[in-house]
C-alpha cells in the first residue's frame, strides 16, 4: 500500500458525460501528479500541482481540467466525453516538486 | 527531450535463473532515471531509482540496476527469478533539462514472465 488513494476504483459512463476523479495523496506530501495509462498511449503524464499550485502541464486535453485543494487533495475533472478516454487514469504523490513519486491504485474509466 | 526505450516487448525467464530487462535513455542533462513494477489490476509499486552516486543501485524485492553513462542504459537485474516476479516493469526518467521537472517520462513497459 502506497499511501496513495484513489476514489472511485471503477467508472462506467456514457460519451459526452463529465465525471470527477479523486486522490488523496500520501500525508506530508505536497505534489500531486495525475497520468493516464492506454493501451495505445502507455503511460502518459498529464498534470501536477504542488501546494495547491499547477506545476507542469503534459498531454492534457482542453476537455480535462484539475484542481489540488487546501487539504491537499486532488481532482481530475474530465468533460464531453469520448471512447477514446477509456482508460486508468493514475494518480501519484512526492514529498516535493521532484521526488521520488507513490502511485495510487487508480481508477478505470469506462466510456460507452 | 527526455525518453526511455524499452526495446523488449517481453522477457521469458525460468525461476531461479537471472534476469535483466533493458532500458535505454535519452537526456538533455543528467539523467534521473526510475524503475517501476506493475501487477494486475494494481497501481505502479516504485523499485528503484537512480539520482547520482554509484552506478549499481539495489531496490526493492531483490533487484537492482546498472546505470551505464555510455551506453546510456539502465537494466534492470535481478540474480534469481521468482514466479512472483511476473509482472509489467516499466522504465522512467524524469522530465525537464537534467530532470528539472517533475513529471515521470515512461518507457512503454516490458512484461516478465517467470516460469516454473
Known amino acids: 500500500d502506497s499511501g496513495v488513494t484513489q476514489t472511485p476504483k471503477h467508472l462506467i459512463t456514457a460519451t459526452g458525460q463529465r465525471v470527477t476523479l479523486r486522490c488523496s495523496p500520501r500525508?506530508?506530501?505536497?505534489?500531486v501528479y495525475w497520468y493516464q495509462q492506454s493501451l495505445d498511449q502507455g503511460l502518459q503524464f498529464l498534470i501536477q500541482?504542488?501546494?495547491?499550485?499547477?506545476?507542469a502541464k503534459g498531454n492534457i486535453l482542453e476537455r480535462f481540467s484539475a484542481q489540488q485543494f487546501p487539504d491537499l487533495h486532488s481532482e481530475l475533472n474530465l468533460s464531453s466525453l469520448e471512447l477514446g478516454d477509456s482508460a486508468l487514469y493514475f494518480c501519484?504523490?512526492?514529498?516535493?516538486?521532484?521526488?521520488?513519486?507513490?502511485f495510487g491504485p487508480g481508477t478505470r474509466l469506462t466510456v460507452l | 527531450a527526455q525518453s526511455v526505450a524499452q526495446p523488449e516487448d517481453q522477457v521469458n525467464v525460468a525461476e531461479g535463473n537471472p534476469l535483466t530487462v533493458k532500458c535505454t535513455y535519452s537526456?538533455?542533462?543528467?539523467?534521473?532515471l526510475f524503475w517501476y513494477v506493475q501487477y494486475p489490476n494494481r497501481g505502479l509499486q516504485f523499485l528503484l531509482k537512480?539520482?547520482?552516486?554509484?552506478?549499481l543501485v539495489k531496490g526493492s524485492y531483490g533487484f537492482e540496476a546498472e546505470f551505464n553513462k555510455s551506453q546510456t542504459s539502465f537494466h534492470l537485474k535481478k540474480p534469481s527469478a521468482l514466479v512472483s516476479d511476473s509482472a509489467l516493469y516499466f522504465c522512467?526518467?524524469?522530465?525537464?533539462?537534467?530532470?528539472?521537472?517533475?513529471?515521470?517520462?515512461f518507457g512503454k513497459g516490458t512484461k516478465l514472465s517467470v516460469k516454473p
Open positions: 501519484a504523490s512526492s514529498p516535493g516538486l521532484t521526488g521520488g513519486q507513490f
Open positions: 500525508s506530508g506530501d505536497l505534489s
Open positions: 500541482y504542488y501546494n495547491g499550485e499547477e506545476r
Open positions: 537526456v538533455s542533462g543528467n539523467p534521473y
Open positions: 537512480y539520482i547520482t552516486g554509484d552506478n
Open positions: 522512467a526518467v524524469r522530465g525537464g533539462y537534467g530532470g528539472s521537472q517533475g513529471n515521470l517520462i
